[in-house]
């Protein structure tokens, strides 16, 4: 699929969530040492059920990033157990974000996890019918001096070139696929549910993407972090070629 895409950076995240899982299996070891014995007390039955509830929950997780590490450095789809790997990101995404934030910027962490999940990405095989592939933008990349109400129909962009908007428009339409403008989280889900798409092309910032990238999952996501030159949330751009390069990827013609 997308075997050429950038995710050398995957390595920083992934460190900061196995030192982060070591350390959460240290301090619960911790607290059920200090708590067992009047645990016991109260109920054996008790004692045992939490035991083994917490033995099964770090299992998955074990399992999750071990799926994930596969898939990250082979370069082989391994994310066969969706339940574990969806786990054990959720678990470990703020640990490793609060513990990496000791020593990075946010910035830099979700940039990492965002090539973690492009490694998914590379993993995949197969092509997808134009009409199942979404591509999804973030309302700032449209130039804030256009008067043109896009959100709701992006159709009625007048392809100026003063922004990215009218050329991803213009794309969208050669390759057949649905293209759309979120102005936020909510109306993005409403967006993915409407079009029920099996591949989504997302461009936003890093905080957007990394939530957009978990709340889809299992659907898989090519993220692609827009450029602020202006700062963040105001006139934006994206790299048009690399959004031409996936569709390439993975529409099937
Ligand atoms: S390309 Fe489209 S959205 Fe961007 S400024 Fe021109 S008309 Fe507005």
Known sequence: ???????????LFLFFAIVGLFLLMAVTTLL?????PQLHIISELLAIVLLYTLRLFYLVILIGIVLVLLTCYTGRNFLVIRFAVRLSMMILYPVALLLGRLFLSRDRLQESFVHV???F??????R????????LLPHCLQQTACGIRITLDIGRCQSCGRCDIGELKELARRYGVPI???TGGTLARRIVVKNRPKFIIAVACHRDLVSGIQDVFPIPVYGV???????PCVNTRVA???IEHALQAVVKT
């Open 1 to 11: 699929m997308l075997n050429d895409v950038n995710t050398s950076g995957k390595g």
């Open 32 to 36: 059920w040492w200090l708590v067992s």
């Open 117 to 119: 999940n492009n490694s």
């Open 121 to 126: 990405i590379k993993s995949m095989k197969g």
């Open 128 to 135: 997808f019918i134009p009409a199942r592939v979404l591509i």
């Open 180 to 182: 759309a403008i979120a």
């Open 225 to 231: 972090l827009n450029d602020r030159p202006e700062g």
């Open 240 to 242: 048009v070629e690399r």
